[in-house]
């Protein structure tokens, strides 16, 4: 019997972890799909996150410097497309076979 794939967040602040769990590797295609569904719904807190800060009166400079993306953006495009390209630098680092 196979475990059914499982993904959880442990830890917190510098020390958050995700964990996967379960039968991964049997499918890999699948194992895209899951860890897509996980990304929205982590995605889906983060911009609850920055609405949040924003209604709390938060700068869009103060937030690109604390998640580290962005020393200066004074508008959301400007968050957005830092945010952008260090999701595209992630995934040039992290989709690449490793050597």
């Known amino acids: 019997m196979v475990t059914?794939?499982?993904?959880r967040l442990t830890?917190?602040?510098?020390?958050?972890r995700l964990r996967m769990r379960g039968g991964w590797q049997r499918d890999p295609l699948g194992d895209v799909a899951e860890c897509w569904r996980a990304s929205i719904a982590v995605d889906k807190a983060?911009?609850?996150?920055?609405?949040?800060?924003r209604?709390?009166?938060?700068s869009w400079e103060r937030i690109g410097r604390r998640l580290g993306v962005v020393e200066n953006a004074s508008s959301e495009a400007q968050l957005l497309e830092a945010v952008g390209t260090a999701r595209r630098r992630m995934g040039e680092r992290f989709w690449n076979e490793a050597t």
């Open 4 to 7: 059914p794939r499982r993904l």
């Open 46 to 53: 983060f911009g609850a996150g920055i609405r949040q800060a």
């Open 55 to 58: 209604a709390s009166g938060v």
């Open 11 to 16: 830890g917190r602040g510098r020390r958050l």
